[in-house]
């Protein structure tokens, strides 16, 4: 599992991310009209979306698994 800052301001936001390269939340903040990019950090903060709840119950779950085996790596820190 990866996780990758994505803001820190008074706390650190990381999103759970498939590589490096690849972040979900990060390509559907990019793939916004310029007007809506202004709303991304308040979209943030909403509830998850009915249809995404299992979706995000699995990525929970491995989140656990991966913290307690310790394969959990963290980019972006240097970037912050």
Excluded: N, W
């Excluded at 559907?28 to 249809?51: H, I, V, Y």
């Excluded at 698994?65 to 963290?74: G, P, S, T, V, Y």
């Amino acid at each position: 599992m990866h996780l990758l800052l994505v803001s820190k301001v008074f706390y650190s936001v990381y999103a759970v991310a498939k590589s490096r390269e690849r972040c979900e939340l990060l390509e559907f903040l990019e793939e916004l009209d310029q007007t809506l990019q202004k709303d991304s950090d308040r979209m943030l903060a909403r509830k998850t979306p009915r249809g995404e709840i299992d979706h995000a119950i699995q990525l929970m779950d491995d989140y656990f698994e991966d913290k307690e085996k310790a394969r959990i790596q963290i980019y972006g820190e240097e970037g912050v």
